[in-house]
């Protein structure tokens, strides 16, 4: 009898330590890990993932200015538009809405030279597009100045002009061209002609007639975003 007993306390003890172990197994898992079961933190030299947030950090330009911002996709279509050579210089003694204007004057600036004359239908269409691009980039470094290369008489007269510009409230620049001074500088040959311009004074792009204006505010923003030159 006394066998008996002990080995029913002996099975007791053992079924109460497999319950504990088992329960051991199963405890919640929000309970801390063991220091010394914790799987080692990876060293420094292997990460290779930066964080989002230093990403960020070092994406913006030191300056916070506009230039030395360009993206990888303003980039892409800048390599597109390789260097024209140096725009030709403006031949204009009279001019509406500011001061004779040199482009000798403006490097660092992005300027566009428009061909156009008041009375001519396709540069009517074009003409909300530069209001627009005007009112939203004057004060970023964009300079639009309209050549004004009349087509016929009554496009010579200033007054005529005058009256057109007021009418259709235009705010930049417009150079008076009847003698087709800078015209003939550019060897243009079209109304509306668009002349993109870098701020070294490079032509990048010549745009003729109506239309590509998403492609013109692309244009504008990644040269304005190139680093100006020193």
Known sequence: MQQVKSMV????LALC???IFVAGCTAPSNLPMPENLKAPAKSPDVVNVAPKAAQAVDAKPANKSVANALT????????????KGAAPELHNQVWLNSKPLKLADLHGKVVMVEFWTFACINCQHVLPSLKALHAKY???????????????????????????IAEADIQYPVAIDN????????????????????????IRLLQIGEGGYAQTEAVVQALLAEPTPS
């Open 9 to 12: 306390g002996s099975l007791r």
């Open 17 to 19: 330590a497999l319950i």
């Open 72 to 83: 990888p996709a303003q980039s892409q279509l800048l390599a597109s538009l390789p260097s």
């Open 138 to 164: 004057a004060d970023k470094g964009l300079v639009i100045i309209g050549v004004h290369s009349p087509e016929f008489g009554y496009e010579k007269e200033l007054k005529n002009v005058q009256a057109a």
């Open 179 to 202: 003698d087709y001074a800078t015209w003939s500088a550019y060897q243009n040959h079209y109304w509306p002609a668009r002349y993109m311009i870098d701020k070294t004074g490079h």
